[in-house]
């Protein structure tokens, strides 16, 4: 059965870090590319970074670039995201999911459509 699990979420300072983990079970990990999507209250999900299957291609949202960093380690069949100097506006439940892209060098970061299976979210709050 195909499964995706959320783990790292809490509450931190402004200026603080966390990590997100996204454990992948139930399908062949090393062809899809995983992305990390956010929701904040009264706002619609976004995304927020991506990593293809080998790895090698990483994308990111404008308002996260120079401050989050995905990666993976397909052996161990998980995807991080890094969260560093967060701000209150990173306050949002944070989905992994898993595409799989024509070009599996690639990875997007939407239309969430294109994304096969998700996760079912970890709670993320950034306050003082």
């Known amino acids: 059965q195909l499964q995706l699990v959320e783990s790292g979420g809490g509450l931190v300072q402004p200026g603080g870090s966390l990590r997100l983990s996204c454990s992948a079970s139930g399908f062949n990990f090393d062809n899809y590319a995983i992305g990390w999507f956010r929701q904040a209250p009264g706002k619609e999900r976004e995304g927020v970074s991506c990593i293809s299957g080998s790895g090698g291609t990483t994308n990111y949202a404008d308002s996260v670039r120079g401050r989050f960093t995905i990666s993976r380690d397909n052996a161990k069949r998980t995807v991080y995201l890094q969260m560093d100097s967060l701000k209150p506006e990173d306050t949002a439940v944070y989905y992994c999911?898993?595409?799989?892209?024509?070009?599996?060098?690639?990875?997007?970061?939407?239309?969430?459509?294109?994304?096969?299976?998700w996760g079912q979210g970890t709670q993320v709050t950034v306050s003082s």
């Open positions: 999911a898993a595409d799989r892209p024509f070009l599996q060098r690639m990875c997007y970061t939407g239309p969430e459509s294109r994304y096969d299976y």
